[in-house]
């Protein structure tokens, strides 16, 4: 394995940017890729990394009892009624439709999918008012190319956060250690290894406690629909916080409202912070096998960017992704999809067509969530605070999105989407033979397979498996006999009989490979 930094210079083939458009977005289509393979490495990175404008705002697409919110209309900043039945509700319903209308409308922008890995990094869950987690994924999606730095400075007192672990009640009389704990554990630094009672090599028991105090003072609030915080000078604890050897032996002093700031730039200033947040990016982006090599030659370096550049991510991100081991081939493949990506792939890969009509797409979204809660990977309800054992928990990494439970559901997901579903009076189904329209020969069979492969597998199948795909196509016969029957039915696209043949065999090839064990790694 290749495990260097140095930009790729070798051949832009198809698989390299087929491989980059699947790691940093929601599914290419076979166009995104030939595009990407034509315009080369550096424009297509670029492309992936550019500064968007923010998304339209959540709507209310359904609640008929919204006082404030007629349907069609953001419900952002509107008064949440908590005597009126159901109406936080339906908010939180359409903020969770609404984020995966931003996983299906995305393009190759790399932006929503650093939204999820944020989302797994600086985890809340299950807080039940809508309006703070639209803030909260506002705040991720704002910054999510941008400063960590201030990224974690707002994360640290918004409210969800405040919320989710404990900021509201972490006050002079009573400082509250879950949030500093996160902050050091999870979010920023890494624990590092047991290296004496309640020292963890990055930091101290000690350091824990005196950083709950410089961050008391902070309330989360709702005032009218107007999400944020506030500081309340009289519960900040005004005293000295003397921290330990870890951090130079720093005393942070009464600093009020700004005083959260000050603890983010110590933490910051340690070196094993860059390495820390770049260890998990790799996790997301790369793979779990981060060993000596990588540590040196990947990790570091990208790190040196981020203290090079004031925490900016940008440029750590933009190294990784045009360097020469991001294209190894030992890194293609090495993950299972986790089920966002896995559905997403079949609904944007496969483009799978929605109605022009913004409130029935919303229902059909909404459906998308319920799908994939289904595989246990639902947004803002993390089974924990550590975020999804599949970035975390080693060895198995990746592996426990497949198990005997998840197989037979997605299998029973693609299923279901070959043979259309109904939602909202619309059929949601896998159009085939307006995918394979778009491909490069659909007349041939083995061009046919070829293509569909380099959209949806990580790497390329044997001759053999082509053989056996074929053999599902066209049972038995000669490749002509699909170029035959196929072009038949182009010269006369309106006879029944010749599209029910052709459609039927699609749905066999379409269903056969996306129950291969290749369509469930990325």
């Known amino acids: 394995m ?178 500093s704990r996160e902050l050091l554990e999870l979010f920023t630094i890494g624990k590092g290894d047991a290296a004496g009672p ?74 094993e912070t860059a390495r820390y947040i770049c260890r998990r990016l790799y996790i997301w982006f790369v793979g779990s096998n981060i060993d000596a090599d990588v540590e040196a030659n990947i990790i570091e370096p990208m790190a040196a960017l981020i203290r090079d550049n004031d925490y900016e991510i940008k440029p750590a991100l933009e190294a990784l992704l045009k360097s020469e081991h991001f294209y190894d081939q030992s890194i293609r493949g090495c993950m299972v999809n986790h089920p966002i990506d896995f559905v997403f792939k079949i609904f944007n890969s496969l483009e799978i067509a929605l109605p022009d009509d913004i409130l029935v797409k919303y229902r059909i979204w909404v459906d998308i969530y319920r799908l994939i809660r289904t595989l246990d990977m639902s947004m803002l309800e993390h089974p924990s605070v550590a975020g999804w054992k599949a970035f975390y928990q080693g060895p198995q990494y990746y592996d426990v999105w497949i198990n005997s439970v998840s197989l037979p559901l997605r299998e029973k997901i693609v299923s279901q989407l070959l043979d259309g579903v109904m939602v909202a009076q619309q059929s949601v189904k896998v159009d085939t033979l307006a995918v394979i329209s778009k491909l490069s020969n659909a007349g041939d069979p083995n061009d046919l397979i070829t293509d569909l492969v380099n959209v949806l597998f990580p790497f390329a199948i044997s001759a053999g498996q082509i053989d056996f795909l074929k053999d599902i196509l066209i049972p038995g016969l000669p490749d002509f006999e699909w170029t035959v029957e196929y072009s038949e039915y182009l010269s006369d696209p309106t006879d029944e009989s010749k599209r029910s043949a052709i459609e039927n065999k699609l749905k066999s090839l379409f269903g056969a490979i996306l129950k291969m064990p290749e369509n469930y790694l990325i």
Not at 33 to 39: L, Y
Not at 220 to 237: A, E, F, K, L, Q
Not at 243 to 270: A, H, P, W
């Open 2 to 179: 290749v495990t260097s930094l140095a930009p790729y210079l070798g051949e832009w083939a198809v698989g390299n940017a087929a491989h980059l458009l699947r790691r940093t977005s929601f599914g290419p289509t076979y166009q995104n890729i030939i595009d990407a393979q034509t315009k080369g490495l550096d424009q297509t990175v670029s492309e992936i990394l550019a500064d968007n404008l923010l998304p339209p705002l959540p709507i209310n697409y359904a609640f008929q009892n919204d006082p404030d919110t007629p349907i069609g209309e953001t419900w952002v900043g509107k008064p949440n009624d908590n005597t009126i039945m159901n109406l936080n509700t339906s908010r939180k319903v359409s903020l969770n439709g609404w984020q995966m209308g931003l996983f299906n409308e995305g393009g190759i922008s790399i932006r929503e999918k650093l939204v999820l890995f944020w989302h797994n990094h600086f985890v809340t869950s299950n807080i039940e008012l809508a309006g703070y987690d639209f803030h909260y994924l506002d705040t991720l999606r704002t910054h999510s190319l941008g400063s960590f730095r201030q990224l974690v400075e707002e994360i640290t007192v918004s409210p969800s956060m405040l919320l989710y672990l404990n900021g509201n009640e972490n006050t002079r009389q009573a400082a509250n250690e879950n949030y």
């Open 198 to 271: 309640g020292d963890y090599t990055n930091y101290t028991e000690d350091d824990v406690v005196a950083l709950a105090k410089a961050l008391t003072g902070w309330r989360s609030r709702n005032n009218d629909g107007i999400v944020g915080s506030v500081y309340i000078n009289n519960r900040h604890d005004t005293s000295d916080k003397q921290l330990s050897n870890r951090f130079n032996n720093t005393v942070i002093e009464n600093e009020g409202e700004e005083e959260y700031k000050t603890v983010i730039d110590i933490i910051l200033q340690q070196s």
